[in-house]
């Protein structure tokens, strides 16, 4: 899905939701800037995807 008026957008929350909003934005044709105060984001995804890998093999 794509706009005709392309936006800058502006997400604060370099969390999940955030990084979800900024993701959809982006692949409707718009300028995203993403920005998060406290953690580095990769390092964040890095730990997310580590916690769901052993939560599925836990169960």
């Given amino acids: 899905m794509s706009t005709e008026t392309t936006k800058k957008i502006m997400v604060v929350d370099g969390g999940l939701d955030?990084?979800?909003?900024?993701?959809?934005?982006?692949?409707?044709?718009?300028?995203?800037?993403?920005?998060?105060?406290?953690?580095?984001?990769?390092?964040?995804?890095?730990?997310?995807?580590l916690w769901n890998s052993t939560k599925m093999i836990k169960d």
């Fill in 18 to 49: 955030g990084m979800e909003a900024a993701t959809v934005c982006a692949i409707r044709g718009h300028v995203v800037d993403l920005f998060e105060k406290k953690i580095n984001l990769a390092a964040y995804l890095l730990r997310q995807q």
